[in-house]
Structure formats: C-alpha cells, structure tokens
C-alpha cells in the first residue's frame, strides 16, 4: 500500500525542472518582476510578442556535447570560444519592454560559460535551443546599444543585466556548465 504521506515526500525530494533557478530586478523604470517560461509550451518570442516590463528566461537545450567549437561574445577562453567537447546547457534571456530600463539578475545552477550578445553568434548556435517556442524576428536579436550583460566575478552562477527595452527588445543566449538538475529529470 502506498501512502500518501511517502508520495508527497518523494515528490518534494525530486530536483525541481529547474536549470534557470532565479532571477530578479533590482532597480527598474518600469513594474516588472522576473519569469521563468517553461519551453515545453509553445510560445512566440521575439518581435514584440511580450511588450512589458519583465524579464525572461527559459532552458533550451540541456548537457549537449559540443561537436565543434563555438564563438562567445562574453566568457569562453582566451579567444572567446567554448571549446569542442564541453558539455553545455542553453538558456535564453530576454527582455521586451516598449520602453523601460533595468538592472537585473538570472541565475543558474551551474557556472556561466559563456554569452551570445550578437545576432552572428546567437544564429550560429540556434542548434542548442531545441523547444518548442518559435523564434521570429531573429535578425534583431542580440543587444541594443548601452545595454549591458556580464558574469559576476563573485559567483559565476549569476548573469547581471543593464538592459534599456525597445523594440524589438533585448534577446541573449547563455551557455552554461553541464546541469546536475537537468541530469535528474
């Protein structure tokens, strides 16, 4: 006999499905909060699909071996690439306000690799998404002018933002170590 106690505890011992763990803003012009989207649930994202305050993330594909070399804007080695062979796990940020400016947060459960801040580098490395969102407008992904991304030096789970939103917003991919969560669903 099963009992129900012993199935909530097993249920609450389970590794949430969780590799973007948290995030949040810390100072913004607009009311927005940070959310976590599950890519198991289709979605539009990019040219104007969200059109407010927050600030997104989702996991892409998770623990791929990297058959070649990829290119990084920020991170990676000396040459700013994440070398063939590594064991990455893809997530995406983005942030697709009209108008506002924010100083955020994401964090993950493994250490920072590298990021894709440029339309060049995110294309060349859409083979690590694997969802089911629909990407649209991928000609104007990347970073606008001013904004701001960097791995902090303290914690390398973490990825600060300085983003100012306008159309058609802010989209970033970040690779991370292999994820321990993702390995236990």
Not at 85 to 96: C, I, K, L, M, R
Not at 128 to 148: F, K, P, Q, W
């Amino acid at each position: 006999m099963i009992r129900p106690f012993a199935v909530l505890c097993a249920l609450v011992a389970l590794p949430a499905q969780a590799t973007v763990l948290d995030g949040g803003i810390k100072q913004q012009s607009g009311n927005g909060t940070f959310v976590k989207l599950d890519p198991t649930t289709a979605f539009d994202v990019g040219a104007d699909t969200f059109d407010d305050d927050n600030l997104y993330a989702f996991d892409e594909d998770q623990n791929i071996t990297l058959t070649e070399p990829i290119r990084v804007d920020i991170g990676g080695d000396d040459t700013g690439m994440i070398a063939q062979g590594t064991v990455v796990a893809s997530h995406y940020v983005f942030f697709d306000s009209l108008d506002s400016i924010h100083h955020g947060y994401v964090y993950f459960d493994a250490p920072i690799l590298g990021v894709a801040t440029y339309e060049p580098t995110m294309a060349a490395t859409d083979f690590l998404a694997n969802t089911s969102v629909n990407y649209i407008s991928m000609e104007l992904r990347g970073l606008e002018n001013g904004d701001y991304v960097w791995i902090d030096e303290q914690d390398p789970h973490r990825l600060w933002v300085y983003w100012a939103g306008s159309s058609p917003g802010d989209y970033i991919r970040v690779f991370t170590e292999k994820s321990e969560a993702a390995l236990m669903m």
